[in-house]
């Protein structure tokens, strides 16, 4: 069966959108985690994994997410999986933000 | 089913379907080529995607494939051609 | 300020990103605040680190693969040197390729135009170009490319004759390519700077052509 990512010949014949888009700081905070997850000094994740998560999405998810909001659940999921965070600090640790920003922001 | 192939050398991409993670495209499999370049071995993607070694190292080769015969009623001309790197363990002899 | 460790440097960078949209953060940039919080927590990395690498980012530009075009095409010895390894070609210009993958030069001549695409994702050679364009991740260039290249190329402002081969680079694996474009008439008298200067992101790609002097 061919994968979701396995995108070459697809009929996809719309005109290729060419407009330049500034990298936005969430973008540039992704790369940079998995440029240090995967440093040969830390070997934490491999780009090949990376792929792979990318890869298992579900449809909707890899065509309705960005580029970079692909990366950050594959690594999400790599982690899980690895056990350097667990589900449970994560989801606590994501609640926990979403109070301090909402926080700063009326502030 | 390791083997290693010439430059030169007419191959054919495996027409398969595994599971997990791979670097052959779909579109090119099953097709015919010919080996362009050796790129010598490089550790195995699909284990290596699972944490794995990726070892042993598979020879990897840029294959080129001719458009004419890739897609069904192509519209540029019989000189355009496609490479891509494929692994040696997807690829077979052709004649 | 302790969730975003390289905004203040950006408040420096004549390339600073967009600002995120107004509201509440999206799921997935709390999803990395998090995430890079607890790693830091962790020890994995430190913050500075984060920054750091945001940086070196930041300096990866076009310009890098521009002057190394520039040079194969007025240094004979340093274009076979590239030819035969365009990672040690990169790093004799002083490039950092200590963590890039392979690197494969394509020259296109008078006969032969390359076009890369990533169709399984979207490699491309970050080392020499920096960050990808967002046409070249997007479903629509890594699914046609490949089999109406000359009409990609046309929606680019390209168009190539019948007697040039186009040859679609599909960079499936460990390889990343950069396209050296055929040297342009009329720049014969010209230093490996203003020839640099021809030489556009787009052109590396193979979308596009070196620009006429």
């Known amino acids: 069966m061919r994968g979701v990512h396995d995108l070459g010949g697809q009929p996809i014949d719309e005109e290729i959108d060419r407009a330049e888009h500034a990298q936005t700081f969430f973008e540039k905070r992704v790369d940079a985690l998995m440029r240090l997850l995967s440093d040969p000094s830390r070997g934490v994740i491999r780009v090949d994994e990376l792929r792979r998560g ?48 909402a926080a700063e922001s009326t502030r | 089913m390791s083997q290693s192939f010439a430059v030169a050398q007419r191959v054919r991409v495996r027409n398969d379907a595994p599971k997990g993670h791979c670097r052959t495209p779909h579109y090119l499999r099953g097709r015919e080529g010919v080996i362009e370049r050796a790129y010598g071995a490089f550790r195995n993607p699909e284990q290596l995607a699972y944490g794995a070694d990726g070892l042993p190292k598979r020879e990897l080769y840029w294959v080129r494939f001719e458009q004419g015969r890739l897609w069904p009623g192509y519209t540029g001309t019989a000189t355009d051609t496609l490479v891509a790197e494929i692994y040696e363990h997807w690829l077979e002899r052709a004649e | 300020m302790s969730g975003h460790p390289h905004d203040h440097h950006s408040d420096h960078d004549p390339h600073a990103p967009v600002e995120e949209v107004e509201g ?117 260039y890594r699914a046609r490319t490949v089999k109406d290249s000359r009409g ?15 040859r679609v680079v599909d960079s499936t694996a460990d390889c990343r390519y950069l396209v050296v ?13 203003a020839l640099a200067g021809l030489v556009t992101r787009d052109t590396m790609i193979g979308v596009t052509l070196a620009r006429e002097p």
């Not at chain 3, 002083?94 to 695409?117: C, F, Q, W, Y």
């Not at chain 3, 046309?154 to 004759?161: D, N, R, V, Y």
């Open chain 1, 54 to 101: 990318v890869e298992t999405l579900p449809e909707k998810d890899y065509f309705g997410y960005s580029y970079y909001e692909r990366w950050i659940h594959s690594i999400r999921l790599l982690l899980l999986e690895k056990g350097v965070v667990s589900e449970d600090e994560l989801n606590r640790r994501i609640e926990g933000v979403r109070k301090r920003l």
């Open chain 3, 24 to 140: 509440p953060p999206s799921e997935h940039v709390l999803l990395e605040i998090a995430l890079r919080e607890l790693l830091i927590e962790k020890g994995l990395f430190a913050a500075a680190d984060v920054t750091r690498q945001i940086e070196i980012m930041d300096a990866t530009t076009p310009e890098q693969g521009a002057r190394l075009v520039a040079k194969f095409w007025t240094d004979p010895a340093y274009r076979q040197r590239a030819l035969a390894d365009g990672k040690a070609a990169a790093a004799e210009l002083g490039i950092d390729m200590s963590v890039a993958p392979k690197l494969v030069i394509l020259e296109n001549t008078a006969r032969l135009h390359h076009v890369v695409v990533c169709t399984l994702c979207s490699c491309y050679p970050r080392a020499v170009l920096g960050l990808p364009p967002a046409w070249y991740k997007s479903p629509a």
């Open chain 3, 152 to 166: 990609v190329l046309a929606e680019f402002g390209t168009s190539l004759p019948d007697d040039v081969e186009i």
């Open chain 3, 181 to 193: 474009p055929v040297r342009p008439h009329g720049s014969e008298g010209m230093d490996e700077a």
